[in-house]
């Protein structure tokens, strides 16, 4: 008798989920605008996205969900278009665009990359060029007491501690903003290393994440690195500070990246829009700023939601987290490529 | 009784009908199981050969000794990562093995029955912390004890080998060398237990009847027997190590060149492949990765053939040993 139950409610259970993966295969393939938009990339947009889930879901009733993976991880999911949306710190290479096939890209935040350093008996507001930073990553200025960098600060005493670059070993878009930066102002590092969101650096010390950098830059006496800006800030890591094109040294700050980003006023084709190159009357304006961005498909049945959210998080209302969280307002002109780029989508 | 004798005979046919269906059932489902492994292994490895196929055809077999990884000028090689591989799984053999010989050897034959085993349990547990917990503590106070004391240590005393030449660093093979040691010593550990404990114990006897002393009992009896056992927990905690990617990557110092100092940062082949593939740029990244992972199979099968190998005349050489035991005694 029991054995016969036993069959009854395995028949049963059996059949109550055979019954429920019907249900919900209907529903998946029924009302598309009830499922919610998903999006995956980049951990640097991560906390200024959960801002936005959240006042977005509470305005429009529309739920947004954000694995924040990584942007590469973000670029491959939107190639496979395993998600609505993607997000990515480096602009995509004309391959990834080849590849991903019928995207666009559209700048939604912007930030910047900062170096931090612990050398001790270095002064707390050690001055560096773009020129020295290149040198140092390249091995060619080896320790912290030499000449060009004694220069920069001069009446500071300078440790002749060994130097060692820390560097990011993942694919990452802070190495995409600070090679293109070091690309920029050095030729010499233009060619012997290049920019990509993962580089062959001659020399230093490969750690994996923000956390990882951190963490080798905190435990290495004479370590320089370099992290995201708002990782930087709320973490306060000693950063050093960074000539800019105007001759200046200003603090890495929401305010001075928004300084670069007001000067630049050319965007890409692409939408992508570099601001390693500063003009002189920058004042101001923090050399390593970047700009991120989402990565939207050209044709999708979410096409609606997609315009709406990315439309909200361009606008003043999505922008307004951004210096609390140490994201920089874009600037006018951005926005406005940006709405003309998000009139593209479904289209 | 009426009921009973009308419902015996029902409920015999339902239970033979049962069982004529479950015997082909059990064998169709177990069936369908170990196909379904077979199908994953033969579809991974189809798949990683797709990806890798541009990789292949670009750089042929050269890529296996190409001391190179630029993901700017696109010229991907193997090489430093096989090296990295090799030397970091090497060193944490040499210093798992004996390791988890002693202890299990303490283990077994010399603890106070109360302590073995909680420490047995302890050693275990070690298996169980999640490897990135182990590469941060790698990275926050393994490291700075690398560079401040261990590395010296060993410069001051062996620093007439190129093994030990440069600056000491926290990051490097050494110090991945030494966190896979940590992982795979309660593996090899929690097998050459077992198999000390299958010793059987009138040999154990035999030995001290004839006079022999604690050490010359294990040395003559515990290892010998046990050898085939030993070698193969000791494979097992190499293929830990083979294979081993986060905890690596996070204190290996991911450089793309070989460079015969240990105290140097390096990569190995899992490290690598953990580290760069999520959204590799380019053409060429993304399918030299899958060919480092092709390789990195191919490896790890060598290395599990070889094995067997050696455990198999291990075998032989075991089965003349415990003849010729039973024979002296």
Known sequence: MTKRLLTVSVALALAVAVAACGSSSSDSSGGSSSSPLVGAGSTLVAPLMSKWQSDYASKSEETVTYGAIGSGGGIDQITSRSVDFGASDAPLTPEQFEEADGVEQIPWALSGTVPAYNVSGAPSDLKLSGEVLASIYLGEITQWDDPAIAKLNSGASLPSTKITPVYRSDGSGDTYAFTNYLSTVSPDFKSKVGTSTTVKFPTGVGAEKNDGVAAAVSQTDGAIGYVGLAYALSNELSMPLVENSAGEFPEPSVKSVEAAADAVKTIGKDNSISLADLPASAKGAYPISTYTYVIVPLESEKAEALKKFISYAISPAGQEFGPDLDFAPLPKQVVAAGKAAIGQIGS | ?329
Do not use: C
Not at chain 2, 150 to 171: H, K, R
Not at chain 2, 224 to 241: D, E, K
């Open chain 2, 1 to 329: 009784m009426e009921a009973g004798a009308l419902g015996n005979p029902v409920l015999r046919a339902r239970r033979s009908l049962t069982d004529r269906i479950g015997d082909p059932l059990l064998r169709g489902l177990s069936g369908l199981a170990a196909a379904l492994a077979v199908a994953a292994m033969v579809g991974i490895v189809y798949e990683v050969i797709q990806i890798a196929s541009p990789a292949i055809s670009a750089f042929g077999i050269g890529f296996v000794t190409t001391n190179d990884w630029n993901p700017v000028t696109e010229n991907f090689g193997a090489a430093p990562f096989l090296y990295g591989t090799a030397v970091t799984s090497a060193i944490a053999l040499l210093l798992a093995a004996p390791l988890s010989i002693a202890i299990s050897i303490y283990l077994t034959e010399l603890a106070p029955a109360r302590l073995r085993r909680p420490v047995a349990t302890l050693v275990d547990m070690l298996a169980a912390i999640p490897t990135v917990i182990l590469g941060l503590w790698g990275i926050l106070v393994l490291g700075p004890v690398m560079h401040d004391t261990i590395e010296p240590a060993l410069q001051s005393a062996f620093g007439f080998l190129p093994i030990f030449s440069g600056d000491p660093s926290a990051f490097g093979y050494l110090t991945a060398a030494l966190i896979l040691t940590i992982m795979i010593t309660p593996i090899i550990t929690s097998v050459t237990r077992e198999v000390f404990e299958t010793v059987p114990s009138d040999l154990k006897e035999g030995a001290y009847a004839l006079g022999a002393t604690r050490w010359e009992m294990v040395r003559e009896v515990v290892l010998p027997y046990s050898r085939a056992g030993i070698v193969g927990a000791s494979i097992l905690g190499l293929g830990r190590a083979i294979g081993e990617a986060i905890a690596v990557a996070q204190v290996i110092g991911g450089a793309t060149a070989i460079n015969v100092s240990l105290f140097h940062t390096g990569g190995t082949m899992a490290a690598q492949i953990a580290s760069q593939f999520q959204g590799a740029p380019g053409a060429l990244q993304k399918p030299s990765l899958a060919y480092l992972g092709l390789i990195l199979l191919v490896f790890a099968v060598v290395v599990n053939v070889i094995a067997r190998l050696i455990v198999q005349r291990g075998k032989l050489k075991d089965s003349d040993t415990t003849l010729t035991e039973a024979e002296a005694l």
